[in-house]
């Protein structure tokens, strides 16, 4: 019904940050507002961020851009609660980790690695198109490469890398992995030796210490719609545009490459208005803001209500109490 998959903020954020340090941009050049930026556990629109690394090449001018940022994308870079990713004490333990983590920051995605005789690939695939889908196959495979130079040394090269898209510099990227790189290729691939996996390539690691995150935070964290549930998808989507300001029938439609006409019928089917919807979502989101210690003056600013008296009303609606005597409760 709703075909559109997400990605964290948390995972593309290193990558944004990055090249805005490098060529002197800000976020909002590119169109995040701040509130969209700062939240980690946020889910944006693959599309939309498709647009976002596009930007970044047209205004920076170099559409291999990952390369000259390379240090900002190791996949420790994920502001993840106690670096999960690369607590492993081996490559085996955080090959794997990883190709089935990353779900919970990038749907649509996949991460697998592939044996033939005693190499391994480490493949990636995605749905990014044009420029972007160049710009992510390099911040992947930089990713990917970062992890076998931590349980290796940093001069190690991959036996060969493949990469989406052709408008790459070849000979930099040669130059950052040290060996043959191929473009215009189905899906990106890092070979290496699989005996890399063998124990003798572990690292020092408390691999059994507690991991710091409360269950609020794993509930975020394994929060990921999937595509056959659309109900869930259109939450995000909402959840998502009211960045933009009051989520309205207009650019949830746009968002979703849809027109209004066919997003109320979608709807309809689902057994929703997109007034009821909207109230929902923001209702729940409001919840969310309030157990993470928010005012609920900056809820309603942050919800893009335009007072905060048409916040409450809203959300005495949905739960049958004022924010603050429910933000009361919740105490006790």
Request: aromatic share 10%.
């Amino acid at each position: 019904m709703f075909d559109i998959s997400f990605i964290r903020i948390a995972y593309i954020r290193p990558l944004i940050s990055g090249a805005c340090s490098k060529y002197h941009l800000t976020p909002e050049q590119l169109g995040i507002p701040s509130s969209l930026y700062s939240d980690e556990m946020a889910l944006v629109p693959h599309a939309v961020v498709n647009g976002w690394l596009t930007k970044i090449a047209e205004l920076s001018g170099n559409p291999s851009y990952p390369l000259a940022i390379a240090d900002s994308l190791a996949i420790s870079s994920i502001d993840v609660k106690a670096n999960w990713f690369m607590s492993a004490p081996d490559l085996a333990v955080t090959f794997r980790r990883i190709n089935y983590g990353l779900s919970c920051f990038h749907s649509g995605a996949h991460y697998v690695g592939r044996q033939s005789g005693k190499l391994l690939k480490w493949c990636y695939d995605n749905e990014y198109s044009g420029t972007a889908a160049v710009i992510d196959s390099l911040r992947v495979a930089i990713m990917m490469t970062s992890v076998l130079r931590h349980f290796t040394h940093e001069g190690f090269a991959p036996l060969a890398v493949r990469l989406k898209g052709t408008d790459i510099d070849i000979n930099a990227a040669s130059e950052w992995f040290g060996c043959e790189v191929k473009t215009g290729c189905a899906m990106t691939e890092v070979w290496f030796d699989n005996k890399l996996l063998l124990l003798e390539h572990a690292v020092p690691r408390d691999h059994n210490k507690a991991t710091l995150i409360s269950l609020f935070d794993l509930d975020e964290l394994v929060n990921m719609p999937q595509r056959d549930d659309p109900t869930k998808a259109l939450y995000e989507v909402v959840n998502f545009t009211r960045h933009y300001g009051m989520p309205s029938l207009e650019t949830v439609a746009s968002t979703l490459g849809l027109s209004t006409q066919q997003l109320q019928r979608r709807l309809h089917r689902l057994g929703f208005s997109f007034s009821s919807m909207r109230g929902y979502v923001l209702n729940n989101i409001a919840a969310r803001y309030m157990l993470k210690g928010y005012a609920p003056d900056e809820v309603a600013r942050l919800l893009g209500y335009s007072n905060p008296q048409s916040f409450t009303k809203a959300f005495q609606r949905v739960r049958g109490c004022t924010p603050k005597e429910y933000m009361r409760r919740m105490e006790h």
